[in-house]
T-cell receptor
Framework: DTAVSQTPKYLVTQMGNDKSIKCEQNLGHDTMYWYKQDSKKFLKIMFSYNNKELIINETVPNRFSPKSPDKAHLNLHINSLELGDSAVYFC?????????????FGPGTRLTVL | TQLLEQSPQFLSIQEGENLTVYCNSSSVFSSLQWYRQEPGEGPVLLVT?????EVKKLKRLTFQFGDARKDSSLHITAAQPGDTGLYLC???????????FGTGTSLTVIP
């Protein structure tokens, strides 16, 4: 019974390619997120959706485009991949947006751009 | 971007020792959270503090939110190998919905 799942777990690709990462949550949460964790383990918010509506967009290049087909899914599409995009990408979900909310993280997708 | 600095960055201690991890910022936060992340997994929430001066205890872990809501500390008593992991603080500013994560503290407890 995985709460937040991501596919694929690992993604190795060439510079310039386009790739997608999928995320699904079965917790019934309204809010979903994408985070990027770099090689120094710094975790940075990229996007957040609440009820399929974009509510956070943290200065992310236009090459990154999130899509939320429904409340349970939030996918991340990346165009023209660059070396600097190599990182671990985490999807998360939470019940609402309050300051005491619990974010549930997926297992991460390790993206390596060659 | 709200900067949250954690110290120390790395910590290696013997089983049974006590330790404190600090999370400092010049910004005020409406709430602050602590997460633990194990290799190959996503972070898992340990605690949320929302009131200045608040202290919460979770078994051997004690969390404190600074009076001015700009900093926090995590104290572990009698550390165990199972406490090994990356500890992350995260703060939500008074405006906006996002949490900003700290720079992280990697803890290793040696049996």
């Amino acid at each position: 019974d995985t709460a937040v799942s991501q596919t694929p777990k690992y993604l190795v690709t060439q510079m310039g390619n386009d790739k997608s990462i999928k995320c699904e949550q079965n917790l019934g949460h309204d809010t979903m997120y994408w985070y990027k964790q770099d090689s120094k383990k710094f975790l940075k918010i990229m996007f957040s959706y609440n009820n399929k509506e974009l509510i956070i967009n943290e200065t992310v290049p236009n090459r990154f485009s999130p899509k939320s087909p429904d409340k349970a899914h939030l996918n991340l599409h990346i165009n023209s991949l660059e070396l600097g995009d190599s990182a671990v990408y985490f999807c998360a979900s939470s019940p609402g947006t309050g300051p005491d909310r619990t974010q549930y993280f997926g297992p991460g997708t390790r993206l390596t751009v060659l | 971007t709200q900067l949250l600095e954690q110290s120390p960055q790395f910590l290696s201690i013997q089983e049974g020792e006590n330790l404190t991890v600090y999370c400092n910022s010049s910004s005020v936060f409406s709430s602050l959270q602590w997460y633990r992340q194990e290799p190959g997994e996503g972070p898992v929430l340990l605690v949320t503090v929302v009131t200045g001066g608040e202290v919460k205890k979770l078994k051997r872990l004690t969390f404190q939110f600074g009076d001015a809501r700009k900093d926090s500390s995590l104290h572990i008593t009698a550390a165990q190998p199972g406490d090994t992991g990356l500890y992350l603080c995260a703060g939500q500013p008074p405006t906006g919905n996002q949490f900003y994560f700290g720079t992280g503290t990697s803890l290793t407890v040696i049996p």
